[in-house]
């Protein structure tokens, strides 16, 4: 199959790598002229812009929008006047969910399919493969479901429990339902995983100064035991064990740690729901702590200590 990508930052490129290496066409387009000439050197054919890549497919088009959900309006904005009722545009960004409805009905008043994929991989989609959740018309994701099934780890990639065919769950990439729901899965897994990773770094900040120990807990050690046979085993705990080989102290880290809007939008939709979200509400609020954030809260309680006490801060 033929498919137009536009983006080729960390995962985009690496996409355009995997679906070509499962045997597709890809035509692509980034706004940095070496992005594209580097793609091209694996077998890509290179556009120099959105109405480029559109005169390059073959109708009826395909396109995956790989860009930043800042900046996802501004490239349907490029590219949509150079497209034609039966064309697919796929956002595989992480786009905010409400986003997408708006966004596919006006692509469909002019007969142009939108489908939103949440895509989970990172930089190891290319070797690992890309967890997919898709949102949008039955018809437009079957379709698509080549791409799918070249972008997805297959079924080998996690133990079966299931019995009966291999379902396309299981295979790496599954239809959530109508526009949105595929970003709103994307949403939610990007906040479990805020949470994921702050119960890992609470918890080996604890080991580092944790009483009980003659000498300083070697880290990594106890990071590569709870690889084998632990209940808290993951991937997550894979690439800890990595960072902590790598970087014992990890000194070559500030600790400054960005949110890129999932978090934020899955805690507002728990409260649009009153569903208790606590554990994502406080991994987030962790995140913006790490920022300094809450350096004139902190300067505050010191100065009410002072005030109903006396107490003085430490030097001081």
């Not at 077998?43 to 900046?71: E, F």
Request: aromatic fraction near 6%.
């Amino acid at each position: 199959m033929q498919l137009g990508m536009i983006g080729l930052g960390r995962m985009g490129a690496n996409m355009a790598r995997r679906l070509m290496a499962g045997g597709h066409q890809v035509v692509a387009f980034d706004r940095s002229a070496d992005a594209v000439a580097e793609v091209a050197r694996h077998g890509a054919t290179g556009a120099a812009s959105a109405s480029d890549l559109a005169a390059r497919l073959s109708v009826p088009r395909a396109v995956w929008l790989m860009v930043p959900a800042g900046v996802v309006d501004a490239a349907l904005a490029d590219l949509s006047p150079h497209l034609a009722a039966g064309d697919v545009v796929v956002d595989g960004g992480n786009t905010r969910y409400t986003d997408d409805g708006p966004r596919a009905r006006a692509l469909a008043a002019r007969g142009i399919e939108y489908v939103d994929v949440g895509t989970s991989g990172g930089v190891w989609g290319l070797e690992r493969g890309y967890c997919l959740m898709i949102g949008g018309t039955p018809s437009a994701v079957r379709r698509l479901e080549p791409i799918f099934e070249a972008l997805a780890p297959g079924p080998e990639a996690a133990p079966r429990q299931r019995s009966g065919p291999v379902t396309p769950a299981e295979r790496g990439f599954l239809h959530c339902g109508p526009h949105g729901a595929g970003h709103f899965v994307k949403m939610v897994h990007n906040a479990i995983e805020y949470g994921l990773m702050a119960a890992y770094a609470e918890g080996f900040n604890l080991l580092k100064h944790g009483e009980p120990f003659d000498e300083p807990a070697d880290l990594g050690a106890i990071a590569e035991l709870w690889r084998r046979g632990s209940v808290i085993g993951s991937w997550l705990l894979d690439l800890t064990a990595r960072a902590l080989e790598r970087h014992p102290s990890l000194d070559a880290f500030e600790g400054h740690v960005a949110d890129s809007g999932e978090g934020r939008w899955a805690v507002h939709a728990a409260l649009e729901a009153a569903v208790p979200t606590p554990v994502m509400a406080a991994a987030l609020f962790a995140r913006f702590t790490s920022r300094g954030e809450d350096d004139f809260a902190n300067r505050l309680l010191s100065a009410l200590r002072y005030e109903f006490g006396g107490h003085r801060e430490p030097g001081a």
